[in-house]
């Protein structure tokens, strides 16, 4: 009836997502509980959108990597190109867009979108991840920089990360911009030079070479491998530069704040081509976890591809896969209860009415209560919970319904509570 004849149906979920079963759901549910507090807590308001685009969306205004290799389209029933969203930000400019005149300004905005990518799967990196967007619209200062920084530095801390940890790599395109112009670098050019750049760190030092001689000639070749092998050298000799000046003044501003982890990588360009101004990512230290946790920059250009109306912004993507990584290597994971309270079990020949609607007095008071109905033996009962992660335990038989009197146990120290449903239910909601 089901299955191909005798074949059973695979298991497996599709090549590079995750099937959610009820603990990893509950570590997700940790992980978005966190981005969700810490963005409403900078005053940022929620968000949310279809995982379905037009396949235009995204043809000129993200990456060229992510159009021509990565993305999920297909054309739908009435002929349509259609997409499934590979990065939120062009659906956000787009949304931003369409009600700029209604908005107050400045927005803060966030969501914790699913974004697909076909990409091959591998240590932090699937097919289907979840990305907090935090953004911040209309505000040209270096202010809004420090604000996203901060605000990115602020998440980590939440999730209890220490600064030694990780590693905030800054930099920005203009100040690139004017490298490029001092080592005579044509425009026409500019933008191959930064998808290049964009992949060096997937290259060998020798490959990333020929492939920057190929564009542009030996001589201006070397000269860009020395300026960005400059460092932090590199933002007090362009003195002429006035986007050097500006990074050098957010970089500042944010260390006297207290972020000392904050490193100027000149060779960080962000693969997107939509973005205008300082880019930056966020780095775990320890090397098993290699790729960027976060990811963002300022894009003051892509409002202005849907309207008339020109709107600074700046933002950043923090992927759900790479934090995880990076908690589960740091033992930053808390442990993760069930999200029920209390597990009553059933002792022979009990009216199972009387029980439930002692459970339905709990829930009543916001706890929340499983009956075992399996019909199984007492011990056998007991024994599952084992595997539950449920914090109370109550066994209810006859006795229990006609005297009104309770035991309750806690699973891990095994300390019980008895008194009537009133005692009960004010102890767990001071727990
Ligand atoms: P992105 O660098 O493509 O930026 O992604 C941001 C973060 O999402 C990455 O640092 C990584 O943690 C995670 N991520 C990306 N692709 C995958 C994948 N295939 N599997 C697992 N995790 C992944 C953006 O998408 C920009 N739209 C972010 C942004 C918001 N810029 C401004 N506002």
Redesign the pocket.
Known sequence: MFGIGDKKISTESYKGVRDFYPQDQAVQDYIFGMMSKVARSWGYDEYGASVLEPLSLYKSK??EE?VKE?IYSFTDRGGREVALR????PT?ARMIAGKIQELPSPIRWYSIPN?F?Y?KPQR??????W?L???LFGVSSSLAEIEIISMAADLMKKFGAKEKDFQIKISSRPLLDDVFKKINIAEDKRQFVYRLIDKKEKMSSGDFRHSLIALIGEKRAEELLENLYYGEGLLSMMTQSQAAKDLNKIIETLRESGISNLVFTPSLT???DY?TGTVF??FDIDKENP???????R?DDLVGAFTNQSVP???????????HDFLETHKLLPKINSTTDIYICIAPNTEVSGVYKLAEVFRENGINVAVDISGKKLGDQLKSLDKRDIPFVMTIGSEELKSKNFVMRNTETREEKKGNIDEIINFIKNV
């Open positions: 993200t990456s992510i990565q590979p990065e939120m930000t956000l974004l990518r990409e932090g990196r699937l097919r289907e991840h990305q967007n935090v953004d962000r693969g997107f973005y990512e966020v790729r960027a946790i976060f990811g963002g920059g894009y912004a700046i933002g950043f993507g923090m992927g759900d896969v790479t934090i």
